[in-house]
């Protein structure tokens, strides 16, 4: 498979003391084919090689001190701006209900998705949505997508299937506005291959519904023709977002390459599996450490990026030994591990985590880091550098500022103190063992 044949490409290179032009154009080679029997399109791979092999006979790698390490780290980036930075937003209509509507062939995994779609958007951002079966054609597929709205203790909305799809969408929007749902998931029928009628159907489906989303459900198995079919798709339809499904079978990753770099569309999620919970966010980064074998590939690339932000680990590294560490650089490290996605998947993504026993159910409360980045911002510079002057009465205006309470002030300046200890004995620890690790 691909990542195989990278990684057997990326194992000859890593350990170059020296990488010269010829050794950049051997690899480029062997990845250009490894990218074209994953049957990844070959315009995007043509880009591709050009864009990583101008990067990688450059200053940035061939100053570096470890060459062939840098290359990876290139190929990786490269790989994962092809597949677009991450995505996975849903859009909210200015008047409710928000509608989506889910599109694609036959077995794509739509109905699925429409289930999985409606639970991520329950848990995890509290929405009320209203499913709709508008697939009239497929035998029992009205059937499955009750049963998924029983397990999942949801309405689903449906006329039989006598009653025209476009039919339906409509009264399912007249529906959800009485009983106050905020989204609307209409589940339409697929073919086994594009055709006139389908498109069709699905236009007439858009026209009237006006939808906020249109969500292409593709089956990552099917490699170059998911391409294909998210193109056709496009082009007709106007999708707003792909969701990639089955990933969590053996796919050769060339799918998820192309299609954002085909449709200019990104990919919003990833199915991993068949049940309901089993809907992620797509990581690009993390697709692209799965192409190049995560392991082994990926503790070399964190050690590559490690060398480039040096400077910045020092720095931080020298506040956390002199104990200088303000609620400041807080704020900034907070935001930048939130912007690598939701807590609890970075969490679940730290080395060695699924080794930790209970980690991997651990539920990190987004609301929770919005306040606590709102108490920091309702700080004066001064408090924020020595929160120690903060009194009881400055406590009550940070509450009132940062619309929370007294408590919540009180718990983060105690959790601060508390890291600022750990913290210690982590930068002791890592001058003693010179232990690599997160940077704090
Ligand atoms: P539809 O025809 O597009 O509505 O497709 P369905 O939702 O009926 O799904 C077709 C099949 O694919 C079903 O057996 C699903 O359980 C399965 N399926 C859907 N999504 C995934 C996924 O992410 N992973 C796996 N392994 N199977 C999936
Ligand atoms: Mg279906």
């Known amino acids: ?18 990488v010269t032009e010829a050794d950049v154009k051997e690899m480029m080679r062997e990845v250009r084919l490894a ?6 399109n070959f315009k995007v791979v043509k880009n591709f090689v050009k864009k990583v092999s101008e990067r990688s006979v450059g200053q940035e790698v061939m100053k570096s001190l470890t060459p062939g390490q840098q290359v990876i780290k290139v190929v990786k980036e490269e790989l994962t701006e092809l597949m677009g930075g991450e995505q996975s937003q849903i859009a909210v209509a200015k008047r409710s209900p928000t509608v989506i509507m889910m599109v694609g062939l036959q077995g794509a995994g739509k109905t699925t998705t429409t289930g999985k779609l409606a639970n991520l958007l329950r848990k995890r951002y509290n929405r009320k949505p209203l499913l709709v079966a508008a697939d009239i054609y497929r035998p029992a ?18 006329l039989g299937d006598q009653v025209s799809p476009v039919e339906i969408a409509k009264q399912a929007i007249e529906q959800a506005k009485a009983d106050h749902h905020d989204y609307v998931l209409i589940d339409t029928a697929g073919r086994l291959h594009v055709d006139e009628d389908l ?12 939808p906020d989303e249109i969500f292409l459900v593709v089956d990552a198995m099917t490699g170059q023709d998911a391409v294909n079919v998210a193109q056709s798709f496009n082009d007709q339809l106007g999708v707003t977002g ?15 390459l192309s299609i954002r770099a085909v449709t200019e569309k990104p990919i919003k999620f990833a199915g991993m599996g068949e049940k309901l919970d089993a809907l992620e966010p797509f990581h690009p980064e993390r697709m692209a450490s799965r192409i190049l074998g995560m392991g082994d590939v990926l503790t070399l690339i964190e050690k590559a990026q490690t060398n480039v932000d040096s400077e910045k680990a020092k720095e931080l590294e020298q506040k956390m030994r002199t104990m200088s560490f303000t609620f400041d650089d807080f704020l900034e490290q907070l935001g930048q591990v939130r912007s690598m996605g939701p807590l609890d998947e970075i969490i679940k993504m730290l080395p060695g985590a ?11 409360d987004e609301k929770q880091i919005s306040h606590i980045e709102a108490i920091i911002q309702s700080m004066t510079s001064e408090e924020k550098q020595h929160p120690e002057i903060i009194s009881s009465g400055r406590k009550k205006r940070i509450a009132k500022g940062s619309g929370t309470s007294i408590q919540e002030v009180n718990r983060l300046l105690k959790q601060f103190e508390e890291m600022k200890k750990m913290m210690k004995q982590m930068s002791g620890m890592q001058q003693k063992g010179k232990k690599k690790g997160m940077p704090f």
């Open 199 to 210: 498109m069709g159907e699905l236009k007439d489906i858009k026209e009237l519904t006006n």
């Open 35 to 40: 990218l074209l029997e994953a049957d990844v």
């Open 354 to 364: 699924n080794k930790i026993k209970g980690l991997n159910n651990v539920q990190v």
């Open 141 to 158: 597929a009205i059937k499955q997508l009750e049963t998924l709205g029983k397990q999942l203790n949801m309405p689903v909305f449906s």
């Open 242 to 256: 792909v969701i990639l499904t089955k990933l969590d079978g053996d796919t050769r990753g060339g799918a998820a």
């Open 1 to 18: 498979g691909l990542a195989d044949r990278l990684q057997n490409t990326m194992q000859k290179i890593r350990g170059k003391g020296k």
